[in-house]
């Protein structure tokens, strides 16, 4: 692997744990990987300020300055019309401009989206962007055995066709081949039934479209009792299917958490139980924890962007990063251009 | 309450675990519930022997014979056409002809489905049926304090138009009413996002025709991330949608009760934990287990059908039959057309 300097900017402002826990992420960064650069945006005093208390590499962190930032509850549209100095918007037209190489954003996820819209292009034979999300399954997946598999789309394109979905397949294939270290990704729609008639026209229509694919293991459809179970490595729907089973993920993680904390406060027999348990519950809570992994991307743009959770403790954002830079340095773009000629 | 007999078609066959189980389930209830009696149809000397192994009330129970039925595997619609004496379909004819109040069946759920469709009517203003599934929740609904919500359609209309969802709601909210005793369920559409705007034209739709009706208490919107919480008590979305939400309920709790064996199984220390741990894992398992509940409504037609899991044992089956006497006694059908009407 060639270590060229790879530039990520990073989205310091808007993410829930606010601007400090961004910057102590890039910090980290900085520390742990001499082959990347971190640009942050955002308010530099308050950059500058969260720099000061934490061990850092200052040649490898640069700082822009903006003046703006959109908060969580925001509409993306609106707030980034009123606001042409967001650091978001900011970032991504560094990233457009090659002074970045990347763009990582723990804020809005709307407004992040809308932002890449407005300043990346789509690539050649991409129609509708794809935003892609990583969770945790009961199987392994890959070279480096990773619990999770990758769902998309699970937001931005509420209503998909047929072509949509085939292009989000190789997408998806091509960031797990480079992401997970996965030469062969199993790639599935998910459907209501295996069957290659079952679900609505556009997924039957997908499914003889990439079952006549080269180039793609195309398992073909799995249900939803497949996703906790990781059955595939690449599940692919359409942005409201897709987000809404990603937002049942994250409820039943809050659920089991919620049961795990009532035990440990009602009962001192549980109690006992629950510090012996802890490496099962810990089992439990890693299957349905959708966010301790790095980031999701934005996929089918020309450029690179990494969307972290808004609650991304520093961890989280380094591992965006860390992502990120991976992705520019397999060309993740081209990867996904071959795959689409296929 | 007027204790007037009402008599149930149980479809014997076809379930997981054999004619026998469903057998024992409706002796249960000629002894539990004297208002019900229990037409058996299906293999009569299966169902004799299994009759004469087990305790029961004779004057409550009768057999109807059928020389056939589905299985589980099956495709429902070429199956029902090679089997004209199918069991499930000999026990929807007798219901439509007056001879049985209600069908209850374990069996293939698309078998099912379809024979209600053939023998029994659409309700007057109803374009489209749908197949509820009762799922367990965190919070607590209705009088009963139930903990479970309901979601349909599962899979009865794969594509729902904007009007097919409002039937489905006033559906799904007659039947809460009715078995769940809750006298103002919290009706809420599936969708990505809970402003109004959000979600596929024919969900947005939906929103706009529901926010003006009377006499139903319409909360808007949920995501996801509502379904385990229950924050509403009726989840209203397509069957592409809700079956697959369904089966990832299924797909967590398989993974939930895997950790729990495995946790078991590995470790000495864990299992002492686990032991003490009980009531806690007993709670996460109920959260996801959506088999331990009676049975699922088709809801639609002019005749009760209450469809219980296929792994229903004993004590499933006799609650999937009181379920279907209540949804009788209280004239399920005539609600949901009052429902409409508003």
Redo the contacts between chains.
């Keep these: 692997m060639a270590t060229k300097l790879i530039t990520i900017a990073f989205d310091v402002m808007g993410s829930d744990h606010g601007p400090a826990e961004v910057v102590r992420g890039a910090a980290q960064l900085s520390l742990e990987s001499p082959h990347i650069h971190a640009l942050l945006v955002g308010d530099r005093a308050l950059i500058d300020d969260a720099l000061a208390e934490i061990k850092h590499s200052g040649e490898r962190i640069s700082v822009q300055h903006a003046s703006e930032h959109i908060g969580m509850d925001e509409k993306p549209g609106e707030a980034l019309a009123r606001k042409p100095d967001a650091s978001v918007s900011v970032a991504a037209r560094l990233v457009a401009e090659g002074e970045a190489d990347a763009l990582v954003s723990a804020g809005n996820t709307g407004a992040c989206v809308l932002s890449c819209a407005r300043h990346f292009q789509l690539l050649p034979g991409v129609r509708r962007a794809a935003l892609a999300a990583v969770y945790p399954t009961?199987d392994r997946h890959g070279q480096k055995a990773d619990p999770f598999s990758l769902i998309l789309d699970v937001?931005a394109t509420?209503?998909a066709t047929a072509e949509d979905l085939v292009t989000f397949a190789v997408m998806g294939a091509a960031y797990a081949r480079i992401i997970s270290r996965n030469e062969n990704p199993k790639v599935a729609l998910?459907?209501?039934?295996t069957e290659p008639n079952k679900?609505?026209?556009q997924v039957v229509e997908a499914h003889a479209a990439l079952s006549a694919m080269r180039g793609l293991q195309f398992i073909g459809n799995v249900?939803?009792?497949?996703?906790?179970?990781g059955t595939a490595d690449v599940v692919v729907t359409d942005?409201?299917?897709g987000?809404?089973?990603?937002?049942?993920?994250?409820?039943?993680h809050?659920?089991?958490v919620?049961?795990?904390q009532?035990?440990y406060k009602e009962?001192l027999?549980?109690r006992?139980?629950?510090?012996?348990?802890s490496?099962?519950i810990q089992?439990?809570k890693d299957?349905?924890d959708w966010e301790q992994y790095g980031g999701a991307p934005v996929l089918g743009f020309d450029r690179i962007f990494i969307k972290a959770h808004g609650r991304s403790k520093a961890r989280a954002i380094a591992n965006a990063g860390k992502v990120a830079a991976k992705a520019v340095a397999h060309d993740l773009g081209k990867a996904i251009q071959q795959g689409l000629a296929r």
């Design positions: 009961r937001g509420v209503e998910l459907s209501n039934g679900g609505p026209r249900e939803g009792v497949d996703i906790p179970k942005g409201f299917v987000n809404v089973c990603l937002k049942m993920l994250e409820g039943v809050d659920t089991v919620e049961l795990a009532y035990a009962s027999r549980w006992a139980g629950l510090a012996m348990l490496g099962g089992r439990i299957i349905t």
